[in-house]
């Protein structure tokens, strides 16, 4: 599987960054200056200032869906197979039992990945947009800091107040004209964590 980033030791972030590094747990979906992730276009002098994944909350579906999976082999086959009239080999039985719980860990892990591996990052250069999609591809965009245009974010539902998460725009004048982080933790801190590094780079 080709690597879209990795965790490291990096020396302590420069006297212009806002916040300290810290070193970021795995399963993290906010980080502000992470000081153990890089990724693989990372050049020499460009720092991660900010880290995103979608919000854990875009998990609860697809997990809940994967317990019934699990427990269904155990509750509806039974009932299956008594309805039908001729009785099914044992060895028909397990191999069908063994192909739904292979499917069933496909189905976890396409999920799993496609979360872990769908990442948002912001550096004091630029601001990359990669999204995993199934098991062999990848979509890598990017706009530099300094073409931003505008920034906006946008928060609707119960559940988006309850859990604080949301969607955030930025308009750009580069290649790529809009970026989108989807579902992702804080968005208004995401905005503002954003300005604040386009504005410095601005000052310099």
Do not use: C
Request: hydrophobic fraction near 45%; aromatic fraction near 14%; avoid cysteine.
């Amino acid at each position: 599987m080709t690597t879209v980033y990795k965790q490291q030791q990096k020396t302590p972030v420069e006297k212009t960054q806002p916040v300290k590094a810290m070193r970021m747990p795995a399963f993290t979906s906010f980080a502000r200056n992470p000081s153990n992730v890089r990724f693989e276009t990372q050049e020499s002098h460009e720092t991660v200032l900010l880290f995103l994944r979608q919000h854990p909350i875009v998990n609860v579906p697809w997990i809940a869906l994967s317990v019934l999976l699990v427990l269904a082999p155990t509750i509806v086959f039974p009932l299956l197979f008594r309805a039908i009239p001729v009785p099914l080999p044992v060895g028909y039985v397990i191999i069908a039992t063994a192909f739904w719980y292979l499917a069933t860990f496909g189905f976890i892990l396409t999920n799993f990945l496609h979360w872990f591996f769908n990442i948002y990052i912001v550096t004091n250069e630029r601001i990359i947009d990669i999204d995993f999609k199934f098991l062999l591809y990848k979509h890598f965009s990017q706009a530099e800091l300094s073409k931003i245009q505008d920034l906006s974010f946008t928060s609707s539902g119960i559940g988006a107040t309850l859990f604080n998460y949301g969607n955030v725009n930025v308009q750009t004048a580069g290649e790529t004209p809009t970026l989108e982080f989807e579902i992702v933790p804080h968005p208004q801190k995401v905005v503002e964590t954003i300005r604040e590094i386009a504005e410095g780079i601005e000052k310099t």
